[in-house]
């Protein structure tokens, strides 16, 4: 079993930054796809980022490419999602997904494990 817990979320001004993080206990990252994703008041869950641990595949949304930017620390054994130039669309919660997989799939029925996700909120 992995245990996901995400932190980092907040309130910040348009065009601000907030680096989320996504701490895995139970095992470490090795040999696992981690992913963001998302979901706006009314929306459906959406992919945001993801990275395969050990394979060093990474992939983004185009909604956040260029702007975010996902990685991960082997020492402290977390994903991180560095989120820069932030836009009031990209407001939602933001869940960490992991799933003991390599290739890197943006369907979020596609990972086993989540963390219950980080209020992520951009004022105009």
């Known amino acids: 079993q992995v245990q996901l817990v995400e932190s980092g979320g907040g309130l910040v001004q348009a065009g601000g930054s907030l680096r989320l993080s996504c701490a895995a206990s139970g095992r470490t990252f090795s040999g696992y796809r981690v992913g963001w994703f998302r979901q706006a008041p009314g929306k459906e869950r959406e992919f945001v980022a993801a990275?395969?641990?050990?394979?060093?595949?990474?992939y983004y949304a185009d909604s956040v490419k260029g702007r975010f930017t996902i990685s991960g620390d082997n020492a402290k054994n977390t994903v991180f999602l560095q989120m820069n130039s932030l836009k009031p669309e990209d407001t939602a919660v933001y869940y960490c997904?992991?799933?003991?997989?390599?290739?890197?799939?943006?369907?979020?029925?596609?990972?086993?494990?989540w963390g219950r996700g980080t209020q992520v909120t951009v004022s105009s």
């Open positions: 997904a992991a799933d003991d997989r390599l290739d890197v799939v943006v369907t979020s029925s596609e990972y086993i494990y």
């Open positions: 990275i395969s641990w050990s394979g060093g595949s990474i």
